[in-house]
């Protein structure tokens, strides 16, 4: 009996903790910074172009460490059928002052060296190369920067997309309830003979219609929200909670637009893929310089310290110490060095050109962005307009249905019209702040700021 109250007690236990989790869960609000953040976090393309900016840092290391001295280290051991004795002139093997015997050749031969290796004139073209690699560092951390914004806005967008989709989906809810409602009051005028089965069946209709379309609505919700949990690397069946979209009806909502101009020269300093595009056109430009330099001769500098063990032949030393400059000049190549610099010359007025390009066209995405905030903003003011126009007419038009004074195809009419003047303006703000994103991202901004 204890053991079966422990086990009840565990039970119980986990259940309400496994309640509480969940009702912990499902009151977790995703707010928009925080699917900014995340999806910088959880980004493997953010995280590539990091690796790709290490690659690069250290391929430049590299280039450094080819323009610093080389040591090397050599050992040589040999064995010979016999050995060659160095003989005076009656024939007597000498002797070395330690009374040991000389060898022309010795019967084995023992010995190590190390050598130290300075490049000369190969430090220029290394330097030259250090350069071109810290050009390319520089273009890789840009690359990064551009993706990370990339990913911002995508996130932001996402996120303004699925709070869109819960907000109609809420809209279509409210549409069942209230016809539901308007079933209910069709039935008990029916029966009191001041409505025709013919409208009351109409009213029946619009229930299943209304199912319908929430039905659609839901689905469209929860495929969005699909989507930005994935952005996000969160499981498709954790249930979030989102902000809510703010209430134009009662809110202004206002966009600080900047003019033309400003947002082109925004655009001119800030956008990273100009900036990009620039740091190609300087590395090439550096690039040409590596053929000309090639043309110099080879020149290294070297000191070798050389140790023979056990016996030494004739022409040997125990120890030996060797400074020298040694020379390698491919003095003509048949104009290879030449054709190579005048192809990364002309790849260079190529992307001066596509840079030219990029600018113009940026400035025309500057300018069309500029212009789809604009209307979004004076769209939104004309659909606030037109649906606290329909709302008052809904109002009234509901009085005289009530009133046996409006037939029930005009009632539907007018509700339609109210219903779909309601969704316009839910999604005229939520593009007004997509198309507010839209224009900062044309303008180079690294990250969205949103004005709900």
């Given at each position: 009996?204890?053991?079966?109250?422990?086990?009840?007690?565990?039970?119980?236990?986990?259940?309400?903790?496994?309640?509480?989790?969940?009702?912990?869960?499902?009151?977790?609000?995703?707010?928009?910074?925080?699917?900014?953040?995340?999806?910088?976090?959880?980004?493997?393309?953010?995280?590539?172009?990091?690796?790709?900016?290490?690659?690069?840092?250290?391929?430049?290391?590299?280039?450094?460490?080819?323009?610093?001295?080389?040591?090397?280290?050599?050992?040589?051991?040999?064995?010979?059928?016999?050995?060659?004795?160095?003989?005076?002139?009656?024939?007597?093997?000498?002797?070395?002052?330690?009374?040991?015997?000389?060898?022309?050749?010795?019967?084995?031969?023992?010995?190590?060296?190390?050598?130290?290796?300075?490049?000369?004139?190969?430090?220029?073209?290394?330097?030259?190369?250090?350069?071109?690699?810290?050009?390319?560092?520089?273009?890789?951390?840009?690359?990064?920067?551009?993706?990370?914004?990339?990913?911002?806005?995508?996130?932001?967008?996402?996120?303004?997309?699925?709070?869109?989709?819960?907000?109609?989906?809420?809209?279509?809810?409210?549409?069942?309830?209230?016809?539901?409602?308007?079933?209910?009051?069709?039935?008990?005028?029916?029966?009191?003979?001041?409505l025709s089965k013919s409208d009351a069946l109409r009213l029946e209709v619009l229930v299943g219609q209304a199912k319908v379309e929430t039905a659609n609505t839901?689905?469209?919700?929860?495929?969005?929200?699909?989507?930005?949990?994935?952005?996000?690397?969160?499981?498709?069946?954790?249930?979030?909670?989102?902000?809510?979209?703010?209430?134009?009806?009662?809110?202004?909502?206002?966009?600080?637009?900047?003019?033309?101009?400003?947002?082109?020269?925004?655009?001119?300093?800030?956008?990273?893929?100009?900036?990009?595009?620039?740091?190609?056109?300087?590395?090439?430009?550096?690039?040409?310089?590596?053929?000309?330099?090639?043309?110099?001769?080879?020149?290294?500098?070297?000191?070798?310290?050389?140790?023979?063990?056990?016996?030494?032949?004739?022409?040997?030393?125990?120890?030996?110490?060797?400074?020298?400059?040694?020379?390698?000049?491919?003095?003509?190549?048949?104009?290879?060095?030449?054709?190579?610099?005048?192809?990364?010359?002309?790849?260079?007025?190529?992307?001066?050109?596509?840079?030219?390009?990029?600018?113009?066209?940026?400035?025309?995405?500057?300018?069309?962005?500029?212009?789809?905030?604009?209307?979004?903003?004076?769209?939104?003011?004309?659909?606030?307009?037109?649906?606290?126009?329909?709302?008052?007419?809904?109002?009234?038009?509901?009085?005289?249905?009530?009133?046996?004074?409006?037939?029930?195809?005009?009632?539907?009419?007018?509700?339609?019209?109210?219903?779909?003047?309601?969704?316009?303006?839910?999604?005229?703000?939520?593009?007004?702040?997509?198309?507010?994103?839209?224009?900062?991202?044309?303008?180079?901004?690294?990250?969205?700021?949103?004005?709900?």
């Amino acid at each position: 009996m204890r053991w079966c109250g422990f086990l009840i007690t565990v039970l119980i236990f986990q259940i309400a903790f496994s309640s509480f989790a969940e009702e912990k869960k499902e009151n977790f609000i995703l707010s928009f910074d925080e699917v900014i953040e995340r999806s910088l976090q959880m980004s493997l393309d953010v995280s590539n172009s990091k690796i790709d900016e290490k690659i690069k840092s250290t391929q430049q290391a590299k280039t450094f460490a080819q323009m610093s001295p080389k040591l090397s280290a050599a050992w040589n051991y040999s064995r010979y059928d016999s050995a060659i004795p160095f003989l005076n002139d009656q024939g007597v093997q000498e002797t070395d002052k330690d009374g040991q015997p000389r060898f022309i050749r010795p019967l084995n031969s023992s010995s190590g060296s190390i050598t130290i290796l300075q490049p000369l004139t190969g430090f220029l073209a290394g330097l030259a190369g250090a350069l071109i690699d810290g050009v390319r560092k520089a273009k890789s951390r840009l690359g990064t920067q551009e993706i990370k914004m990339n990913v911002a806005f995508s996130a932001a967008m996402a996120y303004r997309q699925v709070q869109q989709a819960e907000a109609i989906y809420a809209i279509a809810e409210d549409r069942v309830a209230l016809a539901e409602k308007q079933r209910k009051e069709a039935q008990i005028s029916f029966r009191l003979g001041r409505l025709s089965k013919s409208d009351a069946l109409r009213l029946e209709v619009l229930v299943g219609q209304a199912k319908v379309e929430t039905a659609n609505t839901k689905a469209n919700f929860e495929n969005m929200q699909a989507q930005l949990l994935n952005i996000l690397d969160y499981q498709a069946d954790r249930i979030f909670q989102f902000e809510k979209i703010p209430d134009a009806k009662h809110v202004d909502i206002v966009v600080a637009v900047p003019t033309l101009v400003e947002a082109k020269a925004n655009a001119a300093v800030d956008r990273f893929d100009l900036k990009v595009a620039r740091l190609n056109q300087k590395e090439l430009e550096q690039s040409s310089l590596l053929p000309l330099l090639s043309i110099l001769p080879n020149i290294n500098a070297f000191v070798r310290f050389e140790h023979n063990f056990g016996q030494t032949g004739l022409f040997s030393l125990p120890k030996t110490q060797v400074m020298g400059l040694s020379l390698d000049w491919a003095i003509w190549d048949g104009g290879d060095r030449f054709l190579s610099r005048r192809i990364l010359q002309l790849e260079s007025y190529k992307v001066k050109n596509q840079v030219a390009a990029l600018e113009r066209q940026l400035s025309l995405n500057v300018l069309k962005a500029r212009s789809d905030l604009v209307a979004a903003q004076d769209v939104l003011a004309l659909q606030k307009a037109m649906f606290l126009q329909s709302e008052e007419a809904y109002r009234g038009m509901y009085e005289r249905f009530r009133l046996g004074a409006l037939s029930v195809t005009e009632l539907l009419q007018a509700e339609n019209t109210l219903n779909s003047t309601r969704v316009d303006l839910v999604k005229a703000v939520t593009d007004l702040d997509i198309k507010n994103m839209l224009l900062q991202k044309a303008m180079g901004k690294s990250r969205p700021i949103s004005v709900l």
